[in-house]
């Protein structure tokens, strides 16, 4: 883990708060959730995290530049039976390199540690088994305290599959380290940004945290327009080459 470094901008307290990991995936839900929990709660960039081996681009938004990688945070806010919450995200636009995965989620791990994070809960999409069906969120959990809240909130558990990347990291090492992680699955259509399978996703926290309001609605109205921009981002991030002149002919006859 040498080469990936957590710079933080400003001191915030997020102990026992409820730590959103949200990196591209099936129909790039992840990171359409976790960009409107930040927008909606207006979250502030805290930091980020760096590593030489991500893409190398600056993330542009409200004409500020940002590392492909960014944490945000918020103000705790407690309700008026005295309990207190507050919800952080780590997101990016990019998958990273698969040789840097396995050290990034154990970054993750150590420094939400050293933040006292309570839990975290990573975003994950699936294949949609049946487009003209609702789209399903499902949940894995790392211990048995994290099943207990899976079904308290009513996500179905997932009995069998395989969730690679980060978000796969993430969950047997927690296990693992006997850290408390819970992967939120919502089915999703692949081919498209799927803004209303994000929103599916949304609504499961919204309920795990009632002090926190986190109103999904306004993504389902404005899905058209969330995938609009979101095609136009993944348009500019490919990257460009020269193109090369027109190889004659005559090479194969």
């Known amino acids: 883990m040498d080469d990936i470094t957590v710079v933080e901008y400003s001191e915030k307290d997020l102990s026992n708060s409820l730590l959103v990991v949200a990196f591209p995936t099936v129909g790039l839900i992840s990171s359409i959730a976790g960009r409107f929990i930040i927008d909606s709660l207006k979250l502030e960039e805290i930091g980020a995290i760096l590593s030489k081996e991500f893409m190398p681009v600056t993330i542009i938004h409200n004409g500020k530049p940002s590392p492909p990688v960014r944490i ?127 929103a599916n996703l949304l609504k499961k926290i919204d309920i795990m945290l009632p002090e926190i309001k986190i109103d999904p609605e306004p993504l389902y109205k404005e899905a058209e327009e969330i995938e609009k921009k979101i095609r136009q981002f993944m348009k500019q991030s490919k990257p460009t080459a020269p193109s090369l002149p027109p190889i004659p002919t005559e090479m194969y006859r």
């Open 72 to 198: 945000y945070a918020g103000e705790k806010k407690c309700g008026p039976g005295g309990r207190c919450e507050q919800v952080a995200v780590i997101i990016s636009e990019f998958m990273p390199p698969y040789t840097i995965i396995k050290p990034l989620a154990d970054k993750i791990l150590e420094w939400s540690q050293e933040k006292g994070v309570q839990a975290i809960v990573s975003l994950e999409g699936t294949h949609a088994l049946n487009s003209k069906e609702e789209m399903r969120v499902y949940g894995v959990a790392s211990n048995n305290e994290m099943k207990k809240l899976l079904k308290k909130y009513n996500v179905s558990d997932t009995k069998e599959g395989m969730i690679t990347g980060v978000n796969g990291v993430l969950l047997y090492q927690g296990a693992l380290l006997k850290k408390d992680v819970i992967c939120l699955l919502s089915e999703a259509q692949a081919s498209y940004p799927d803004s209303r399978a994000a």
